[in-house]
């Protein structure tokens, strides 16, 4: 069973500051339809103007990744992290027991583009952690990349969840195939440009549900930047 779900059917938010895109059910945006998939419970794709941001705001209980596409975004805690994320970066939050953290586009020229992922933990308050890793572009071309694993394998971030998160950049005649174990389900995600995921066409914003198929095969890539979630 596959289900498309089209970047023109996410929900939309223009605060002026922050333009975002919501795959799933978020803040004023509720679609009882798309309320996640598995433990995957929010895509937001979000361009935060330059010199904004969002200010201090309180988390808990989920795992929080965020992806940055163009631009920097500066992030600070109540864990005492401080960082910039850029390009490469993947950044996960664990929010446990409650975290506070704000975002910033420290830019005053340039805005920032990222995607802000939450992922369901599969245990409830446990102590918050932070982690973020670079992962080049070479590790992504035409093959797909593990970023974040429940056992921070291949040198992925850790998700405390039994999920995977892949990430492939596809273009021209390069073709990536993932195997999905009989048990397993995926959703493909393309961040930018155009790919096509097991015959369907895709374009930038849009996704794919994927149950009960035995692989993931993404090809016919035009400068494409995709996410592949694996998940139980």
Do not use: C
């Amino acid at each position: 069973m596959n289900a498309l779900r089209k970047s023109s059917e996410r929900g939309f938010a223009d605060h002026g500051w922050l333009k975002s895109f919501h795959t799933f059910s978020f803040a004023g945006y509720y679609d009882p339809k798309n309320m996640g998939y598995g433990p995957l419970r929010v895509i937001n794709e979000d361009r935060v103007a330059p010199g904004e941001g969002f200010g201090k705001h309180p988390h808990r209980d989920m795992e929080i990744i965020s992806y940055v596409l163009d631009g920097e975004l500066e992030h600070k805690d109540s864990m005492g992290t401080g960082s910039v994320i850029r390009p490469g970066d993947v950044q996960r939050m664990s929010a446990g027991t409650g975290v506070f953290h704000s975002e910033y586009n420290p830019s005053l020229k340039d805005s920032v583009h990222f995607l802000q992922i939450w992922i369901e933990p599969d245990e409830l308050g446990i102590k918050p952690s932070y982690e973020q890793k670079f992962f080049a572009p070479g590790e992504k071309r035409g093959k797909l990349r593990l970023l974040a694993s429940p056992d921070g394998r291949e040198g992925s971030v850790t998700v405390h969840q039994d999920a995977q998160l892949y990430a492939a950049l596809v273009d021209g005649d390069e073709k990536v195939t993932h195997e999905l174990a009989q048990d397993r389900k995926a959703y493909v995600h393309v961040a930018r440009g155009s790919v096509q995921v097991n015959g369907q066409p895709l374009g930038s914003g849009d996704a794919l549900k994927i149950a009960g198929e035995s692989e993931v095969v993404i090809d016919q890539g035009n400068k494409a930047e995709v996410l592949v979630f694996d998940m139980a």
